[in-house]
C-alpha cells in the first residue's frame, strides 16, 4: 500500500529565503508525482508534475526533483514571498492505477 | 477551476438525510474522483469512475455510492447524512494514462451535517 509522508508539517521562514520541502514514499513504482498548493478554503492547485522519467521540473521560482529509488521528492522554492503562504501537498498514484495518494502536507508560512 | 465545476459550494443537511454532490467537467477526461479532506487525514479517495457507468470504490466509501451516466457528470451521494460525513469533498479529473495529464482539483463543497 502506497504511504506519502511529508516533512515538516509546518514551516515558518522570512520572506527572501530559498526553502525546501520534503516528500517521501513507499512504493517506488510510480510513473509521475504531483505537487499541488492549497490556500485556506480553497480547493488544489497543481504546481508541477514530474513524469517518472524525468528528474526535475521547473516552475518559475519553483522547481521540483524526483528520485524514484529512493522513494523521494522535493520541492524547492526560491526567494520565498508572503504570497507563498499556503499547504503544500505531494501526491502519487498507487498500485499502478490512476488514483493519487496524497501527503497530509506541509503548511508554509512566510514572514514579511 | 477551468473546466471543472462542484455543486454545491457549501451545504447544511440534517442527519438521515440523503445528499447528492454534483461535479461537471468540460475537459472529455476519462477520469474522475472524489475525495474527502479531513483535518489530521488529509485527502482521501472515496470513489472513482474510469469511464460511463464504470466506478469503483476507493479506501472510505462506506456511506457513499456515485453514478456517472455521462462522461461530463460524476455524482457522489451520501445515503443517510452522519456527523461523521461532515467535510469537504473535492472532485478531481485527469486524462489518459499514456499521457500523464495529471489532476485537476474543482474548488470543493463543505458539506455539514447538523
Known amino acids: 500500500k502506497q504511504e506519502v509522508t511529508q516533512i515538516p508539517a509546518a514551516l515558518s521562514v522570512p520572506e527572501g529565503e530559498n526553502l525546501v520541502l520534503n516528500c517521501s514514499f513507499t512504493?517506488?513504482?510510480?510513473?509521475?508525482l504531483q505537487w499541488f498548493r492549497q490556500d485556506p478554503g480553497k480547493g488544489l492547485t497543481s504546481l508541477l508534475l514530474?513524469?517518472?522519467?524525468?528528474r526535475e521540473q521547473t516552475s518559475g521560482r519553483l522547481n521540483a526533483s524526483l528520485d524514484k529509488s529512493s522513494g523521494r521528492s522535493t520541492l524547492y522554492i526560491a526567494a520565498s514571498q508572503p504570497g507563498d503562504s499556503a499547504t503544500y501537498l505531494c501526491?502519487?498514484?498507487?498500485?499502478?492505477?490512476?488514483?493519487?495518494?496524497f501527503g497530509k502536507g506541509t503548511k508554509l508560512t512566510v514572514n514579511p | 477551476d477551468a473546466g471543472i465545476t462542484q455543486s454545491p459550494r457549501h451545504k447544511v443537511t440534517e442527519t438521515g438525510t440523503p445528499v447528492t454532490l454534483r461535479c461537471h467537467q468540460t475537459?472529455?477526461?476519462?477520469?474522475m474522483y472524489w475525495y474527502r479532506q479531513d483535518p489530521g487525514h488529509g485527502l482521501r479517495l472515496i470513489h472513482y469512475?474510469?469511464?460511463?457507468?464504470?466506478?469503483d470504490k476507493g479506501e472510505v466509501s462506506d456511506g457513499y455510492s456515485v453514478s456517472r451516466s455521462k462522461t461530463e457528470d460524476f455524482l457522489l451521494t451520501l445515503e443517510s447524512a452522519t456527523s461523521s460525513q461532515t467535510s469537504v469533498y473535492f472532485c478531481?479529473?485527469?486524462?489518459?494514462?499514456?499521457?500523464?495529464?495529471?489532476?485537476?482539483f474543482g474548488s470543493g463543497t463543505r458539506l455539514t451535517v447538523v
Open positions: 469512475s474510469y469511464g460511463v457507468k464504470d466506478t
Open positions: 512504493d517506488s513504482a510510480i510513473y509521475n
Open positions: 475537459e472529455n477526461h476519462r477520469y
Open positions: 514530474i513524469q517518472s522519467s524525468q
Open positions: 478531481a479529473i485527469s486524462g489518459r494514462r499514456v499521457t500523464n495529464y495529471g489532476y485537476t
Open positions: 501526491a502519487v498514484p498507487t498500485g499502478g492505477s490512476e488514483k493519487l495518494v
